[in-house]
């Protein structure tokens, strides 16, 4: 059937034209050489490039049709209009956005048309072919300009679309970030990204010439890329010159560009890369099309799925390569032996999951091409993947999982997820098939911890626009003093943060346990506290002592928002403390509010403007002044240990962190018995000072977080220590023989005193 329509259209179309030709023809013979206007009109008219309607094209390209059903653009959704449930009607979709949603269709002035529904062809379906019902799509027209020439016999407006057609959308006027949150400025991205620039004077075969060469072609071309794509990016230094020899070079070449990735017409509905993805034995997806898409090119493994060490612009095969050139110095993937971050490797690897459909796009703008943000990211604490926390254990192990919400991306993503649905998370399900595992010997000991990840782009973010996951305000694994649970408040942004740095237990942890404290392990607030200590929640808190903040303390209320949404504290903005003041800096993912001088944390300089905006006149804050504060701290926890240590609890750095001899190397000295004498009550006040040094000695800012009330824990702990009793006698025990002319001493006293020599 559809043959027959095919033939009758252009025979019917033949016949209206030769007909027209003819009156024309007879025209021109009674009129000799003048034309009238209005004939010279409709001749222009007819090589004018007008639209035909889709359903036009689909009589020829049905082929082309078939795979741009599958596509974004093809929009063959559907919902149930009553529930806005997914449903699959196939044909009989009728899409979203679909006719009548928000005056589709019907306005002519809808912005959802402009670009949803552009030339109208959501009317111009083939019945079986391309849909049975009417509903918006971004059809052939669109892209490809009017095709009544190309129907007639000519040529087709946009025969390749190039990416100001794609810009006609993707743009910086997009609106619609609801429904696609990287959909904005893509166009404006893409003009002064790397890939509108590829083509450069090394690709051409001599000076002045405009041809490029055939291997150079292969990434640094649009044309290239279409052409000798079946020379796959797997290809090593000496394979991949040898498989170009004698193979045409390209002439009037252009930029990779929109139509080098993307694929409109190709059957892929999420992400219409232009390389297929690779599935293995059971069909699984072992390598998506958007990783096949860009390693292509951005060459990463070869045939091996083994990260190659002769990408072809591999300084150590190419003696014109460089490092800045390929990502096989930056990026590793699982079975390869070579790349394991035991401590040891000379550089720093993001283990990415192949199979992912956003292996790549979960942590680069793909359009804009700017790795700014991914070499501030690697020069921190979270992107640091040769250091500790992040190889201290093989994280991925089954006696892990307890770990991996905060020391894996994947268990966090996982956690974070969960938490916002109000569902419980669950560490068995992470999926760490993507990395090496541990080695073992013939014995089953340990060589190394295999691949491990640090916390990514994608653990924290949904997506390259820097979408942020919400997790919803953060209920701590640890009881308050009173036993009651902790949920901190909702802070935005900042909940992302507050997911890992609350500490995996809190000074209620002791106050509310039923061990035998002449028999129990220390308990561990477990490092980077600052999100508890900002709330004040975290500490082991003396009874009767009030922790209150004081009346001028405003730092829980950093990067608050109003009800309507506006800065509570201006120049703060509206995501909370953590990103406030540690994501407010120029730099942003360095995560630093200051700028250090060296390797021991001296402060030069404050990064973050969030500062300034309140800290000003009288109290401004500069860097001697931070530097000062720092110092006083470290003095006055100097002062706890002292007495922490006449008690017979010696601190390490380490497990088990407090001793009872001097000697620390031994683990088997750990304390276990916190009794002073016989008095069954002193156990959880002696662990609770303990506590108290070591949470602080691991807050490397709680000087800035929260001072005050690190001040009173350092009081309340010495006060305990120093006499059994909570009686403000702290100042005479720092005055006193042991603390007498220590560094530390003054201090100590300095900081941890109020003016009349009281509690701070």
């Known amino acids: ?37 209005s004939i010279t009109s409709l001749e222009a008219d007819l090589n004018n490039f007008r639209n035909v309607g889709m359903d036009v094209c689909t009589n020829c390209h049905y082929g082309q049709s078939n795979q741009w059903l599958e596509g974004q653009h093809g929009n063959l959704n559907a919902i149930d209009h009553a529930t806005h449930a997914d449903l699959d009607l196939g044909l009989d979709s009728d899409g979203f956005p ?4 928000n005056g589709l269709g019907t306005d002519p002035d809808n912005k959802c048309s402009s670009c949803h529904d552009p030339e109208k062809d959501g009317q111009h379906l083939t019945p079986k072919l391309t849909g049975n019902t009417a509903r918006p799509v971004i059809g052939c027209e669109s892209c490809h300009g009017g095709g009544n020439n190309h129907y007639g016999v000519g040529p087709i407006q946009f025969a390749k679309p190039d990416y100001e057609r794609c810009g006609q959308c993707h743009n910086s006027e997009f609106d619609h970030l609801a429904y696609h949150p990287t959909g904005d400025n893509i166009l404006e991205e893409y003009v002064t990204s790397p890939h509108n620039k590829s083509i450069n004077e090394h690709n051409y075969v001599e000076e002045g010439s405009t041809t490029v060469r055939a291997r150079c072609s292969r990434c640094h071309t649009d044309e290239g890329f279409k052409k000798y794509n079946s020379v796959p990016g797997s290809t090593g230094y000496t394979e991949l010159k040898e498989a170009f020899e004698g193979l045409p070079d390209i002439k009037d070449a252009s930029v990779v560009q929109c139509r080098t990735c993307h694929d409109p017409h190709m059957a892929n509905a999420n992400n219409l890369e232009t390389v297929s993805a690779t599935t293995g034995v059971g069909g699984e997806v072992t390598q998506s099309s958007q990783f096949n898409t860009c390693t292509s090119c951005h060459q990463l493994n070869d045939v091996n799925g083994v990260a190659m ?53 979960g942590c680069h703008n ?29 994280w991925k192990a089954e006696n892990r999982q307890a770990c991996q919400r905060c020391h894996t991306t994947t268990g966090f993503a996982n956690y974070a997820n969960a938490n916002a649905k109000g569902e419980e998370y669950v560490a068995s399900n992470n999926d760490f ?23 990514y782009c994608w653990g924290c973010h949904t997506n390259y626009k820097g979408g942020i996951r919400n997790p919803g305000p953060i209920v701590a694994p640890y009881v308050d003093m009173d036993g009651s649970e902790i949920v901190f408040p909702d802070v935005a942004a900042s909940n992302v943060c507050m997911g890992c740095h609350t500490g995996r237990e809190g000074g209620g942890s002791i106050e509310n346990s039923t061990n035998d404290f002449s028999n129990t392990g220390f308990i561990n607030s477990h490092y980077l506290t600052a999100g508890a200590n900002i709330f004040t929640a975290s ?92 110092a006083h701290l470290a003095e006055s926890l100097e002062a706890l240990k002292v007495e922490l240590e006449k008690r017979g609890y010696y601190f390490a750095a380490s497990y088990p962190y407090f001793f009872s001899e001097a000697d620390t190397t031994d683990r088997t000295k750990g304390v276990r018995n916190w009794l002073t004498g016989s008095d069954i009550n002193s156990g959880k006040l002696n662990m609770g000072a303990a506590y108290n040094f070591n949470m602080l000695e691991h807050d490397p800012g709680a000087f800035a977080h929260n001072r005050y009330y690190a001040k009173r824990l350092i009081y309340d702990s010495i006060d305990w220590l120093d006499d059994n009793l909570l009686n403000d006698s702290v100042k005479a025990t720092l005055e006193g023989s042991s603390h007498q002319g220590a560094s530390y001493q003054q201090d ?9 020599g009281g509690r701070p």
């Open 748 to 756: 100590a006293l300095n900081y941890l005193l109020n003016s009349d």
């Open 366 to 394: 793909p359009h804009a091409a700017d790795n700014t943000v991914n070499e501030q990211w690697v020069q921190s604490a979270h992107g640091s993947t040769t250091d500790d926390p992040w190889i201290h254990y093989d």
């Open 433 to 455: 098939s993507h990395l090496t595992p541990a080695a073992t010997d013939a014995e089953g000991n340990t060589l190394n911890f295999g691949q491990n990840e640090s916390l």
């Open 1 to 37: 059937m559809w043959e027959i329509n095919k033939q009758g259209n252009m025979r019917w179309l033949k016949l209206v034209l030769c007909l027209l030709a003819m009156t024309l023809t007879f025209t021109n013979c009674q009129l000799g050489d003048s034309k009238d206007e």
């Open 539 to 630: 500490g082991y808190e003396y009874s009767a002592r009030d922790y209150t903040n004081v009346s001028f303390y405003a730092h829980d209320q950093i990067g608050a928002a109003d009800a309507d949404g506006n800065e509570v504290n201006p120049g703060t903005g509206t995501n909370g403390p953590c990103v406030g003041c540690h994501m407010s800096a120029t730099e942003k993912h360095l995560f630093e509010p200051v700028t250090k001088s060296d390797e021991n944390g001296e402060i030069s300089a404050i990064s973050s403007p969030a500062c300034a905006s309140c800290h000003t006149g009288q109290f401004e804050l500069t860097s001697t002044v931070l530097n000062e504060e720092k």
């Open 98 to 101: 679909y006719y009548g949603y």
């Open 309 to 361: 060490t002769d990408a072809y612009h591999d300084p150590a095969v190419n003696q014109y390569g460089a490092l800045n050139e390929v990502i096989t110095d930056t990026h590793a993937m699982a079975g390869d032996p070579t790349r394991l971050n035991t401590g040891d490797s000379p550089g720093k690897y993001v283990f990415i999951k192949p199979s992912d459909s956003k292996s790549c796009a």
